[in-house]
C-alpha cells in the first residue's frame, strides 16, 4: 500500500528509515504544523466568540424578560386605576345630573378618566415594544447558535488538519521504497513511501477450468521460489467474481465481431495458516497447490 501525504508543508522529520519494521501506529514521518497549530487557534478563539456571544444574547434575554414583566405589571396597575376613574366620571356625572356635585368636580374626573387611559395605552405600547424586544433577541440567538456550529465545524477540520502533520503506520509492517526526505516539500496526494503490512496473503491467478471443484476454505500447499526448502500452508479465501482481464484498467474488447477463445485467469486470494516466520513483499513468485478433494 502506499503512504501519501494529505496536507501540503515541509517535512521536519523522517522518522524510519528503508525497509524499517514499525508497529501500529508508529510514527513514520511528521509535516510542519505551525501553521496548522495557528488555524486551530484561531478556530478556538471563533468556538470561545459564538459561546459568549450566546452568553451574551441569553443575558440580555433575560432581562428583556425582566422588562416585559415590569411592563405587564404596570398595564395591570393602569388598568385598575382606570376601572376606578371610569366609575369615579360616572359617579361625579350622575351627581352633577342631580346637582349635588359641582361642575369641577365632573370635569375633574373626567380628565382623570383620560389621564389613566392615556397611562394604560402607554404601558401597553412599553409591553409590545419590550416583547418586540424579546423577539428580536431570540432571533439573534438562533443566529448565533448557527455561527457556534459553523465555528465549531471549522475547528474540527482544524483540527483533522492538524492531525495529518503526523503519518503514522496503519498497520504492523515494513516501511519500504521511501522517496520522503527531511526538509523536502510534502505535496497532497503525493506518495512519499510504500508500506508491506506483516499480513500478508497470496494473490494466484488459476484458470477459470481449474474453478469448478474449488471452494472457499480448501487447504492449500504454498511453495516460495525464494525459499525453496521451506513448505507454507494455506487456505483458499476468496474467489474473485470475474476475471482479472475484466477488472483491468484497460478491458479486452471485441469491438470487430471477430472472436478468439482465450482461457481466462481468475484471481484466488489464499491466505496462510499461520504467519511466515520469513520476509515476504510484494511480487514474489510462488506456486499454490490447491486440494480440491
Excluded at 37 to 44: I, S
Excluded at 105 to 129: G, P
Excluded at 236 to 259: H, K, R
Aim: with cysteine; charged share 20%; glycine share 6%.
Amino acid at each position: 500500500m502506499t503512504i501519501g501525504a494529505q496536507i501540503a508543508g515541509c517535512i521536519t522529520e523522517l522518522a524510519v528509515s528503508d525497509n524499517q519494521h514499525v508497529q501500529a501506529g508508529d510514527v513514520l514521518l511528521r509535516i510542519d504544523d505551525s501553521d496548522y497549530q495557528a488555524n486551530l487557534k484561531q478556530a478556538d478563539a471563533g468556538v470561545a466568540a459564538a459561546e459568549a456571544e450566546i452568553v451574551n444574547v441569553t443575558a440580555q434575554i433575560e432581562a428583556q424578560n425582566a422588562k416585559v414583566n415590569a411592563a405587564q405589571r404596570q398595564v395591570a396597575q393602569a388598568k385598575a386605576a382606570l376601572d376606578f376613574a371610569k366609575a369615579e366620571d360616572q359617579r361625579n356625572r350622575e351627581l352633577l345630573a342631580k346637582g349635588t356635585a359641582t361642575q369641577q368636580q365632573a370635569q375633574q374626573a373626567a380628565s382623570t378618566l383620560r389621564q389613566d387611559q392615556a397611562a394604560l395605552d402607554s404601558a401597553e405600547a412599553n409591553v409590545a415594544s419590550a416583547k418586540s424586544q424579546v423577539s428580536v433577541l431570540q432571533a439573534q440567538t438562533r443566529s448565533a447558535e448557527a455561527q457556534l456550529e459553523q465555528a465549531k465545524a471549522s475547528q474540527e477540520q482544524a483540527r483533522t488538519t492538524l492531525s495529518r502533520t503526523t503519518i503514522t503506520a496503519p498497520a504492523a509492517g515494513r516501511a519500504t521504497s521511501i522517496s520522503a526526505a527531511d526538509g523536502t516539500y510534502a505535496q497532497p496526494g503525493q506518495v512519499l513511501m510504500m508500506f508491506v503490512p506483516d499480513e500478508v496473503w497470496v494473490r494466484a491467478n488459476f484458470k477459470e477450468t481449474q474453478l469448478d471443484l474449488m471452494r472457499q476454505g480448501q487447504p492449500v500447499d504454498i511453495d516460495i521460489d525464494a525459499y525453496p526448502n521451506k513448505s507454507f500452508h494455506g487456505r483458499v479465501d476468496s474467489i474473485q467474481a470475474g476475471s482479472g482481464t475484466a477488472f483491468s484498467l484497460l478491458p479486452a474488447e471485441n469491438a470487430t465481431g471477430n472472436y478468439v477463445k482465450v482461457v481466462q485467469r481468475v484471481p484466488v486470494k489464499i491466505v496462510f495458516d499461520k504467519p511466515p516466520d520469513v520476509l515476504l513483499g510484494p511480487g514474489l513468485s510462488v506456486v499454490p497447490t490447491v486440494k480440491v478433494q
